[in-house]
Antibody, heavy 118, light 110 residues
Framework: EVHLVESGGGLVQPGGSLRLSCAAS????????MNWVRQAPGKGLEWVSY????????YYADSVKGRFTISRDNAKNSLDLQMNSLRAEDTAVYYC???????????WGQGTLVTVSS | QSVLTQPPSASGTPGQRVTISCSGG????????VNWYQQLPGTAPKLLIY???QRPSGVPDRFSGSKSGTSASLAISGLQSEDEADYYC???????????FGGGTKLTVL
């Protein structure tokens, strides 16, 4: 059974940094591309970032480009999101999600809450 | 404002058929797979439809998807109370190099 478990969320001040992690199990992690998607309180889904199976390709939403960095460690079955220069508008539940055989998010974690506030 | 446009709300009575539309453009729906996600209150999203009209294992055949040009639709037949949720369409956008979501449609079962 596929499991994705996010961690690392919490309260951080504006301008601060946070690193989210996603532990994957139940599938061959190195075979699949991964994504981060977020959802601000009471709002819709917003895609944040994508990384290919080999880390050779990454994409970012314009709203986080230059501030967030996605990475993965296929040996440890883990996905990370380094978030710098955090803003109040980055407050959201952050989900990691696995692609299917195409760019559809077939498995999702339970999410981790990031709150940016002074 | 979302790249993909969905109605903010939809409703129906048990047993009815409802449809939710998703309008995009040539760089997203016009070229790439349209996918639909269901988000029940307080839970993570779940993939409902992928590649326009394919259902993952375990999704009832009451749910169906279609695409025409730069628009797509999700249809739910035999509406049930447990279908009350938020529904999102999504597609990769080749111009933005980004996955774009619709703003979401809140489905109410009356």
């Amino acid at each position: 059974e596929v499991h994705l478990v996010e961690s690392g969320g919490g309260l951080v001040q504006p301008g601060g940094s946070l690193r989210l992690s996603c532990a994957a199990s139940g599938f061959t992690f190195s075979n699949y591309s991964m994504n981060w998607v977020r959802q601000a309180p009471g709002k819709g889904l917003e895609w944040v970032s994508y990384i290919s199976s080999s880390s050779g390709t990454t994409y970012y939403a314009d709203s986080v480009k230059g501030r967030f960095t996605i990475s993965r460690d296929n040996a440890k079955n883990s996905l990370d999101l380094q978030m710098n220069s955090l803003r109040a508008e980055d407050t959201a539940v952050y989900y990691c999600a696995r692609d299917g055989t195409g760019i559809w998010l077939i498995y999702w974690g339970q999410g981790t809450l990031v709150t940016v506030s002074s | 404002q979302s790249v993909l446009t969905q109605p903010p709300s939809a409703s129906g009575t048990p047993g009815q058929r409802v449809t939710i539309s998703c309008s995009g453009g040539s760089s997203n729906i016009g070229r790439n797979s349209v996918n639909w996600y269901q988000q029940l209150p307080g839970t993570a999203p779940k993939l409902l439809i992928y590649n326009h009209n394919q259902r993952p294992s375990g999704v009832p055949d009451r749910f169906s998807g279609s695409k025409s040009g730069t628009s797509a639709s999700l249809a739910i037949s035999g509406l049930q109370s447990e279908d009350e949720a938020d529904y999102y369409c999504a597609a990769w956008d080749d111009s933005l190099d980004a996955l774009v979501f619709g703003g979401g449609t809140k489905l109410t079962v009356l």
